[in-house]
C-alpha cells in the first residue's frame, strides 16, 4: 500500500511538472514571437507588418496541412456551406487583429501595446453584449470602467505617445473582440471545436486571403522600390517557426491546466513583457504608465475571478466547458504575430 501511494505521488509530481514545463515553455513563446516581432519590423529594416503577416500565413498553412494530412492530428468534416459562413468571416477578423497589431509596434513600444492590451476584456464585453453572447450587469460595467481608467492613467503618463500606434492597436482589439464573439457565435454554437492546428488548417488560408489584397495593394510596390530593404531569409523563416511553434504550445496545454492557471501565466507573461521592452529596446516607462497599468491589471484580476467563480457555480459539466472557455483569451488559437 505504501509503495503504491509512493508511486501515485510520484507520478503526480512528474505530471504536474510536465504540466508546468508546458505553461512556462508557452510563456517564454509568446514573449518570444511578440519581442522578434517588434524587432523585425521596427529594427531589422523591413517595416513591413503586412508582408510579414502574410509570410506568417503562408507558413503556418503549409504546416497544418502537413500535420494534418500525415494524420498527426484529425481534421473536422466541414462544408463549404460552413466554411463561408463561419469561417471566413472569423479569417477577416484575425487577418485585421494581425495587420493592425502588428503595424502598432512600428509606432508604439511593446511595453505600451502591452498595457493598451489590457482593454481587451472591456472590447469583448462591449461586443459580446451587443451580439447577446454576454450578459450585461452594473458590476462588470464599474469593473470595466476601472480597467479603461487604469489603461487612460498608463496612456495618460506615455512619453512616446503616436495618436497613429494607439488608433492601430486599439482597432487590432476591436477586430480581435469581435473575433473572439464570432468564434462563440458561429463556431462553438454549431458544435464546432477547433484546437491550434486544425485552426490553423481552416482559417490561416482564409486569412492569407484576405491579407493578400492590401500586400499588393499596399506594399508590394514599396518593396519593390525601397532600397533600404532588408530581407533575411533566415530570420523570417526563424519568426514564422516561432510563430508555429507557440502554437504547438497551446496544443500542448489544452486540457491539461485549468483557466486560473493560464491567466496566472498570462498575467506573468505580461508583466515579463514589459521589463523586457525596457532591458532589451530602451522603451521608456514612467510610474504613471505602471500606476495606472497596475490598476487596470487589478480590475482585470477582479474581472477574471468573478467569470470563474460564476462559472464554477454552475451545472458541473456546464461548467467544466465553461472553464476552458475561460482561458480561450489566453489559449486563443492563431497566436501568430501578436
Known sequence: MAEDNKTKDGLMYKQVLVTYGYVALW??????????????????????????????????SALAFGVVKMGYVEAINMSSETYLKAVVPIGACYAGTLWLGNAAYLYLSVSFIQMLKALMPVAVFVVGCAFGTEKYSGGTLVNMMIVSLGVAIASYGELNFIVIGVVLQMCSICTESTRLVLVQILLQRRGLKLNPITTLYYIAPCCFGFLLLPFVMLEAPKIMNDPSVIIRPGVLLSNAAAAFALNMAVFLLIGKTSALTMNIAGVVKDWMLIGLSVVMYASPVTPLNLGGYFVAFLAVCLYNYRKLQSMKKGPPT???DAMQSASDAELRPLNIAK
Open 27 to 60: 510563456i517564454f513563446l509568446s514573449a518570444t514571437v511578440i519581442m522578434y516581432n517588434k524587432w523585425v519590423l521596427s529594427f531589422s529594416g523591413f517595416p513591413y507588418p503586412v508582408a510579414l503577416t502574410l509570410w506568417h500565413m503562408f507558413f503556418c
Open 318 to 320: 456546464a461548467s467544466k
